[in-house]
Each structure stands twice: as C-alpha cells, then as structure tokens.
C-alpha cells in the first residue's frame, strides 16, 4: 500500500510518523479481526448425538494462525478463542478442556515464534491429544479405552479442519489482489464464511434467527454474483454445517441450495425478480417439507430484503472477487492496460526524443551566431599572417602599437565589407606592402563572404529541419492522445451472443464485442470459410439483429478470410443511419494531359464519410504529385482512426519539408460525414468555398486559412453542420470558382446555378462542370474538379 504520497518530500519527518500511525491502525484492525473470526469459530458445536457434541473449530483456526508465525494475530486468536469457548460453556460440557488445550498450542507456538525454532503441526496434535487424555483420565476419571477413543476422534476432527481453515486463510489474502480463484478455493473460502455464520448461534429477535437471515442472505448473495454453480454449493455447505449445529442437517442443505440454485438461474433478470422467485421457491419447499413457520418465512423475507438493499459497491466487489468470468476479464483489462500504457509510454518516450533532437539542431544554427565575435579577431588576424610574415616593420606595428595596428586593420577590412576599400592613415603612414594588403583583404574578403553565404544555407537548413521535427514531435503527441482513447470490451453481450449461436445450432470460432471510441457497438465473428455461400448473412446476422435490438449490418468489407486458418471473419455494427452517394466530374487545364488536383471519397470503418478534394498549386503533373501525397496522407490517418486535426498537422509539416526553390503548395478541402448523426465537418486548408443544397436554400461554407506548407502549424478551423435527408453538397477547386471573368473570385454564379439545378448528384457534377466552362469562354484555364455528394436516409 502507497501512504502518503500527498505529502511534500520536506515534510519527511512528518511523512514518517503518518505511515507508523496507519501501520499501527492496520495492526489494531489485524487483531480485532482476528479475534473476531476466533471468537465466532470457536462457538460452532458438531452435535454428535443428543446432549453431547464437540466444537474443534477454536482450536483448528487457532493452530492455522499460528503457523503463520505473526505474534499479534496469535495473541487476538487466543483471546478470540478463550471468549468464544466461555460464551458457550452452557452448550457443551467440559469446556475447560478445549480452553486448557488452546492455551497449551498457544504457548508451544508462540515460545517456538521467539526462539525462531520451526514450529512443527504434528507436535502441536500431540499437545491437544495429551491434554485430552489427562483431563478425561483424571478430571472426567474415564476408562482408559474411553478416554483413548474420545480423545483420537477428537484430535482427528480437529486435523481436516485445520487443514481446511488453513487453506481458505491463505485464500483470504488473495482478496482484492486480482488473483483468479479456482473452484476448490472458493468453496473453501466458503466454508470458512459458513463457519462464521454457524457460529452466530441461536440468537433470535422476537422468535426470528438471526443466523437463518443471515445464511440465506450470504447464500443469494453468492449465486446473484457467480451463479448456479458456486450459489448451491454454497448453499449445500451452508445447510450441512448449520444441519450438524441442529441435527437438521437434510432439510437445511435440500432449502439452502434450492435457494442458491433459484437465485443463480434468475441473477441475469436482476435483484427484484431474483429476491422474488427466491422466496417463492422457499415457501413451496417449505409447504411440502412440513417445516414451514410464519418465523421461517419471515427469515426469508428478510434475506430477500437485505439483497436488495444491499449497496451496489458491495454488490460490485462481491462480483469481482467471486464470479470467475467477471474477474476474468478484469484482468485481462488490466494487462491490456498495462501493454497499452508501456506502448504511450514508448511513444511518449520517441517524442521526447524527437523534441530533444529538434531543440539541438536549432541549439547548432544558434550557436553560429555565437561566433560572429571571433569572426572579426580571426580575419584580422589571418590578413595579418599573410601581409606582415615576414615585414621588416612586424615588431614596431604588432609589439609596440598592437592596439592603433589591429584597430587599423579592422576598419580595412570594413571599409572592403562596404565596397569601399580605403587604406587607414596610420596604415598609409607606415605600411611598407600597401599594395598587397589592399589585395590580401580583398580577396579574404570575398572568400569570407562566399563562406558566409554557404554557412547561412546550411544554418536555415539546419533551422528548418528543427522546426519541422520539432512539427513531428507535436504531431507525434497527438498520435498518443488518440491511440490512449478506451475502446469497451462486452463480455455480457458475448455471452449472450453464444448462447443464442449455440441455441441455433450455428458453427462459430469466436465471439468477440466492442465498444469503438465512438461509443458504437461492433461485434466480430470468426467462423469456418463457407465458400462464398454468405452464411454470415443469412444465418448469423437475423440472430444478432434479433439480440441487440438495433439494426445491424456487415461492416467494412464484408467477410475477411484468414488464409492460414481458412477460417472467415465478419465485422457486425450498428447500421448507419445514412448513405452517402458520391460523384465527380474533372477536366485539366487546356494544353495538359494530367490535372493537378486530386480527390477521394468513401466510407470508413468507423463509421463516418469522407470526401477530399486537394487542389495542386500548379498544374500538371507536379501540382498533382503534390495534392496526390496529401489526400493520401490524410486519408490515411483518418480512416486508420486518428484526428482530423492530426492528420492535417502531421500532413503540413510533411508538405512543409521541401528544399526546392520553386516551391509549391496544396490547399484541402476535406468533409467528414457521421452517417449514424448526420452531423458534418466542413474543414479547409486554403481551399475555395463549398456548398449545401437544400431544396433550394443554398449554404455557402468558406475558409480563410492558408494551404499546406506555408505556416509551421494549421490552424485548422472546422464548421459544423447538420445534414438531412436530401442534402446534397458540393466541393470544389479554385478551377470552378474563377471562371466569372465579369466577377473574378465571386461564387454568386454558382449560387444562383445550384439553387436549380438538378438533384442527381452524377448528373450535377457534371451540369456544373459545363456550366464553369462556358462561362470561362470554352477555354479551360486552371484545373477543374467538381465532387457532389448526396446524403440519403436509410431508415
């Protein structure tokens, strides 16, 4: 357990003394438990015939905590188990015996646990058998067979549950660790918790038995959260260990797992109609068997009351812990989590990289600059090395007046920076080689300044390299962003989807169902190839559509066959409130074989529509490379389930990497159509107005943003629309718009042709592709396209 992590690292000394308080609380709350669970134990009596029993719970659940070797608990087991055997000493005789022998395995343990000598089970047994046979030899002065006999057989009561007790304690700890339990530690755990409630004893309110409520409560509750299975074995050990306290042992296990066995087959109907048949069975079991009593009833009622009002926390961890296929998948969750969690942390890890990388290569154009202080020291000083070598002067210029010479040779080479190349005074004074210092500092001058220019170069590029890392490093935590979205996984409605398959006799491999992160339903079904024979269709989905109560269609592509396995997968979803029809209509530039913009249009697998149009600033086969990479890109990384705005960002900084000096760009139009909403995102980098038609409403959409490649981020700004029935929208490139010569730029032409036209989106685009070519005079002059799209409603 963490304690503390609230606190700063300067209140060390305070954190320190919080978590010594909290273990302390843990160790208190330790003891009261169990002392508890001995006390309860302890006062379960096995009645072996009238007037005589025996009770070697105590004692066993005191042997199993002392093996663990825990001082404290021991001593909470001994005092729990020393109360328990008092509280019953009118119940059964000889009671002292069982105390006396607690005590006695109490300090053989507890003197082997200081010692650190290894405390050894079958020595404890001898201890409890001794102190059986002295006290029934001089206590209860029994014959010496007698005393042997009475004493072996309860010795050898007390060793299975030992054994018993032991092993569901163990189990205990497992709790709330996500351990997967088995069946045989579940009953164990079972029996230990049917101890307990035996252990309550024959304590009643107004004639009504506590332990009765209490049984039948843990027993429903159990089968509502695993089932029939473990709910009437729970049931059968309930009545067999509350039987031998009452010698009723038959009418209590034939009541308590009915109970259980009723309430496992009604949990998936929920708690009121569980409670009800529960109690409807109780009464006809009780009727027929001649037990039945208004107290008997009323402990019924009351069970059943209890399980409704039980708060749902308590309902939701008894589930997690007890019903295996629950668990099951919580910890498949869990380690799905965890992979998923270590692959975001991997990718963050990359962008940090990415970021670092980005910040040291600017860190390298800024250091450039760094340098232009020693830029002029070192060309001083190489003029000098050149001219003054060998000068019979060297020593009076550089020794004596080091100073006036250097600041001499800097204004030279200033003045030869400017284009205007002067000798200074002091220099025309007393130079001797004034001819071959003016050529010396020119034609460093000029090496220097080819040099510059080619260190400028690599430094913009150096500059621009960062940047558009730096672009892939941001990009790059968006990517994590989407990918750390949850999809459900529905195991309820899988279970359910099997029975109804093998209810139907329908072959299958698997089932498997999801919520995608658009908080759809889609379900995957694996079964063998059927040749074509469309046996999904025919036979599986009526089932499907049947259960999930929507209509459900074939998503994707249909069936997908695994070629290794030759078995046929099937992607089943929520079908689509609507379709979307699409056509387009382009025409190149005149004297061009090929257009420069691009397009694409299609449904993907999350359900939504797309349609691009990318117009290639140009034309020709270059423009269209350029608009080609970005509707493929973007495509791409939407229908792959990323962010629109991902993929736009990531697309830019891509486009924005070029080294050319004819640079180009490229403008986008890009629709995304949910088909189960109808809502629409109109989104635009640099591209020209798009519209709606509506009957005849015309809804002009436009953008300001500029294209692809011009700026370090997008701006993306996206308009949303609700689209209906009808609705046809239209897309286009710079080509269409600018064709009014009389109104160059304006769409009011469009407008009015569309308010109209023709509603056949095949026969529009064409229509208008006519229409923008007339008006251009017959002559193409920039790339035309035209895609028209119109939203229909299924159902």
């Not at 404890?124 to 059986?132: E, S, T």
Request: proline share 2%; glycine share 8%; charged share 20%.
């Amino acid at each position: 357990m963490q304690y503390g992590l609230d606190v700063g690292t300067y209140k060390r000394v305070n954190n320190r003394k919080s978590k010594k308080n909290i273990k302390l609380k843990d160790a208190t709350v330790n003891l009261i438990i169990c002392c508890g669970l001995a006390f309860m134990l302890s006062r379960v009596i096995l009645s072996v015939t009238h007037g005589m029993g025996i009770a070697p719970f105590g004692i066993a659940y005191l042997l199993g905590v002392i093996s663990n070797k825990k001082s404290k608990e021991m001593i909470g087991a001994m005092l729990g188990v020393g109360i328990g055997y008092l509280s019953i000493y009118k119940s059964l005789d000889n009671i002292n015996v069982y105390i006396i022998a607690s005590v006695m395995v109490f300090l053989y343990g507890y003197i082997k646990n200081k010692i650190g000598s290894k405390y050894k089970e079958g020595f404890a047994f001898c201890i409890i058998f001794l102190v059986f046979g002295v006290y029934g030899a001089v206590i209860q002065a029994q014959p010496l067979g007698v005393n042997l006999t009475f004493s072996l057989i309860k010795v050898v009561t007390i060793i299975p549950v030992y054994y018993i007790l032991k092993y569901a304690m163990n189990c205990m700890e497992e709790l709330r660790t996500n351990y997967l339990f088995s069946t045989e530690e579940l009953i164990s755990i079972s029996i230990l918790i049917c101890l307990l409630v035996a252990g309550i004893g024959n304590v009643a309110i107004l004639g009504v038995s506590i332990r009765s409520i209490v049984a039948l409560s843990i027993v429903i509750l159990i089968a509502y959260v695993s089932g029939t299975g473990l709910g009437a074995a729970v049931g059968v050990t309930m009545g067999f260990l509350i039987g031998i306290t009452t010698n009723d042992i038959i009418a209590l296990i034939s009541l308590y797992s009915v109970c259980g066995l009723i309430v496992g087959i009604f949990k998936d109907t929920g708690r009121i109609l569980s409670s009800i048949a529960y109690v409807v069975v109780y009464f006809i079991v009780t009727m027929y068997s001649d037990t039945f009593a208004m107290t008997s009833a009323m402990e019924a009622i009351w069970a059943g009351i209890i399980l409704l009002i039980l708060p749902k926390n308590i309902i939701n961890f008894a589930v997690k812990e007890v019903n295996s296929d629950k668990k099951a998948e919580i910890i498949s969750d869990t380690h799905l989590q965890g992979i998923k969690s270590e692959f975001i942390g991997r990718l963050d890890g990359l962008k940090d990289v990415l970021g670092s990388l980005s910040t040291s290569i600017d860190d390298l154009a800024e250091n450039d600059k760094l340098l232009w202080k020693n830029k002029s020291t070192a060309l001083v000083e190489s003029l000098a090395d050149r001219v003054c070598f060998n000068c019979e002067l060297k020593g009076k210029c550089w020794d004596k007046n080091l100073h006036k010479t250097f600041s001499s040779f800097e204004e030279l080479i200033s003045s030869c920076e400017k284009k205007k190349l002067k000798l200074p005074k002091e220099l025309d004074r007393y130079c001797l080689k004034k001819s071959n210092l003016l050529i010396s500092s020119q034609e460093l001058i000029n090496n220097y300044t080819v040099n510059e220019a080619l260190k400028n170069r690599l430094g913009e590029g150096r500059k621009l390299i960062a940047n558009h890392i730096n672009n892939m490093a941001l990009t790059m935590g968006d990517i994590v962003r989407d990918f750390n979205k949850d999809i459900t996984v529905c195991t309820d409605i899988d279970r359910i989807l099997r029975k109804a398959l093998n209810k139907n006799s329908m072959e299958y491999t698997d089932v498997f169902s999801y919520i995608d992160r658009k908080g759809r339903l889609k379900i995957k079904v694996t079964l063998n190839n059927c040749e074509g024979a469309n046996y999904c269709v025919k036979k599986i989905l009526p089932i499907i559509n049947g259960i999930v109560k929507m209509p459900v269609s074939l998503g994707g592509d249909g069936c997908r066959i695994n070629p290794d396995t030759d078995e046929c997968s099937v992607i089943i979803e929520e079908t689509p409130k609507y379709h979307v029809a699409s056509y387009v209509a382009t025409n190149p530039k005149y004297g061009e074989k090929y257009t420069g913009d691009s397009f694409t249009f299609g449904k993907s697998e999350d359900g939504t529509y797309l349609s691009i149009v990318s117009d290639g600033m140009g034309s020709g086969p270059e423009a269209g490379i350029e608009s080609k990479v970005a509707v493929d890109l973007v495509e791409k990384f939407i229908t792959t389930g990323f962010s629109d705005t991902t993929a736009i960002n990531t697309v830019n900084s891509i486009m924005g990497m070029k080294f050319s000096e004819d640079e180009k760009f490229t403008t986008l139009d890009l629709n995304i159509i949910d088909l189960y909403s109808g809502e629409a995102d109109f989104i635009k980098v640099g591209g020209v107005a798009s519209f709606i038609k509506r009957g005849e409403e015309i809804r002009v959409i436009k953008s300001e943003s500029l294209p692809f490649g011009i700026l370090d981020s997008v701006d993306v700004n996206s308009v949303k629309k609700k689209l209906k029935h009808g609705d046809i929208v239209i897309t286009l490139s710079d080509g269409v718009i600018d064709v009014d010569k009389n109104n160059q730029g304006s769409h009011l032409w469009l407008e009015e042709y569309l308010r109209f036209a023709d509603t056949n989106p095949e026969s529009l685009s064409r229509d208008i592709l006519e229409k923008a070519k007339i008006l251009s005079g017959g002559k193409v002059t920039d790339d035309m396209t035209v895609l028209v799209s119109k939203i229909y409603s299924v159902y």
